[in-house]
């Protein structure tokens, strides 16, 4: 799906009529993690079929790619200081993806680097979201408080809730799970792994309850 729409990306990123205003380095920028993720999208693909390299490769490339982004975002010029301090929130989010994304590559059916970089990405759109409000002509808050220090802490704020209100899904989620799984025993095997109550089933189709089944035979 990523590749699909990837070309619909890098239009935007560099023909697009708000994109011509900024510098053509600028849009370079942007375009660049946007071709390295298309890279690692099609690793995915590649190595699913078993036509490219080893078992967690992808992973290792969304990891590098995640790396690179953070680099990037890191000194990427913001037009305001508000902005430029979303972007360093998000290099946060980034290497926090980058690194879930490596210990995936280890060991892919690990349940929690897997809650832990989905929780990342999450966050990098709450802030990715909350630059797009401080922007925009009507959800902005830029003329009703003029103070800069109080435009920080209602970035601050708006970023806070949102992690607030995702944390709530996830636990949530987590516990749906958990109520829905209560009777399975198998767990994750490996040094991850010090309790069950550290870790729930991973259930891919039926393949727990196969294998239960083929044990007990």
């Known amino acids: 799906a990523y590749l699909a729409v990837m070309p619909l ?47 967690g490769t992808s992973m290792a490339l969304w ?18 200081p508000v902005e430029d301090y979303g972007h360093k929130l998000l290099v946060v989010c980034v290497l926090a993806a980058a690194v879930a994304f490596a210990r995936l590559s280890m060991k892919p059916l690990v349940t929690w680097p897997r809650i832990a970089l989905l929780f990342a990405l999450s966050m990098f759109g709450v802030v990715d979201l909350t630059i797009g409000a401080w922007q925009s002509k009507n959800l902005t808050w830029r003329k009703t408080v003029p103070d800069e220090h ?16 995702l944390t709530w899904a996830f636990a949530c989620r987590l516990s749906c799970h958990r109520r829905r799984h209560r009777g399975d025993q198998q767990r994750i095997a490996g040094p991850d792994v010090e309790d069950d109550s550290d870790e729930g089933p991973v259930i891919i189709g039926n393949s727990l309850r196969a294998q239960a089944g083929s044990s007990n035979a």
Request: proline share 2%; hydrophobic share 60%; net charge positive.
């Open 9 to 55: 990306i890098m239009w935007m990123i560099f023909f697009e009529k708000g994109a011509l205003r900024v510098s053509l380095m600028h849009r370079v920028q942007h375009a660049v993690p946007v071709m390295s993720a298309a890279v690692a999208s099609a690793s995915v693909f590649l190595e699913r079929h078993g036509i490219f390299c080893a078992t």
């Open 63 to 80: 990891s590098v790619t995640a790396f690179g982004a953070a680099f990037i975002l890191l000194n990427h010029p913001g037009r305001n």
């Open 150 to 165: 109080q435009q920080f802490m209602m970035f601050n704020t708006l970023v806070a809730v949102g992690c607030l209100l």
